[in-house]
């Protein structure tokens, strides 16, 4: 089976400051990983996604992710936080095909300060 | 594109009632899933649909859900009757053989 972790439900960083949201995945196969962003009231859009070949992925936003075999991670970072990018964030996993049925983290609330 | 259409955006209802949600899906997609959003178990899958066909509904809490996909542009998830606690945000999405989700605003659903 596969599943997603999602380290910290809660993340608070200052603007213009570095945003690293982990997550780390378990699945005895090749996975295909993925980050969505839901923001208050709205359903969840894809940030980015990784299937095969590169393993740093650029998303929407200035978000990208680098997948670790070795660590078995898929840690989500953006360089410098703007207030707008307040909101959930859902790390994902499958490993049949992209449109197979995904395995959803817990989420983690990025909250951004003055 | 419109994107993935939800109906209605809220729902209140008594204990007990028929209630169901609609969705629209993005036209073109062959996938279609129905997700439940609460704080305490976070998102899970309820069913999804290849080609208008059920191929998993593990999801599905108890007999009194179930879903339809009639077509490939409609869905429908009905619960009945209901409880308090199937509250919950309720998201459709939608995608292709190759392709991420796309998910609708959701419906939440309120059981008083």
């Known amino acids: 089976a596969q599943s997603v972790t999602q380290l910290g439900s809660h993340v608070s960083v200052s603007e213009g400051a570095l945003v690293l949201l982990r997550c780390n995945y378990s699945?005895?196969?090749?996975?295909?990983l993925f980050w969505y962003v839901q923001y208050p009231n709205q359903g969840l859009q894809l940030l980015l996604k990784?299937?095969?070949?590169?393993?740093l992925v650029k998303g929407i936003n200035g978000f990208e992710a680098e997948f670790k075999k070795s660590e078995t991670s898929f840690h989500l970072t953006k360089p410098s936080a703007h207030m707008s990018d307040a909101a959930e964030y859902f790390c994902?996993?499958?490993?049949?095909?992209?449109?197979?049925?995904?395995?959803f983290g817990t989420g983690t609330r990025l909250q951004v300060t003055l | 594109d419109a994107g993935v259409i939800q109906s209605p955006r809220h729902e209140v209802t008594e204990m007990g009632q028929e209630v169901t949600l609609r969705c629209k899906p993005i036209s073109g997609h062959d996938y279609l899933f129905w997700y439940r959003q609460t704080m305490m178990r976070g998102l899970e899958l309820l069913i999804y649909?290849?080609?208008?066909?059920?191929?998993?509904d593990s999801g599905m809490p108890e007999d009194r859900f179930s879903a339809k996909m009639p077509n490939a542009s409609f869905s429908t998830l009905k619960i009945q009757p209901s409880e308090p606690r199937d509250s919950a945000v309720y998201f459709c999405a939608s995608s292709l053989s190759r392709g991420g989700y796309t998910f609708g605003s959701g419906t939440r659903l309120t059981v008083v």
């Open positions: 994902a996993v499958t490993t049949t095909g992209t449109a197979s049925k995904l395995t």
């Open positions: 990784y299937t095969t070949g590169a393993t």
């Open positions: 649909f290849n080609n208008n066909v059920p191929i998993d």
């Open positions: 699945s005895s196969v090749p996975p295909y």
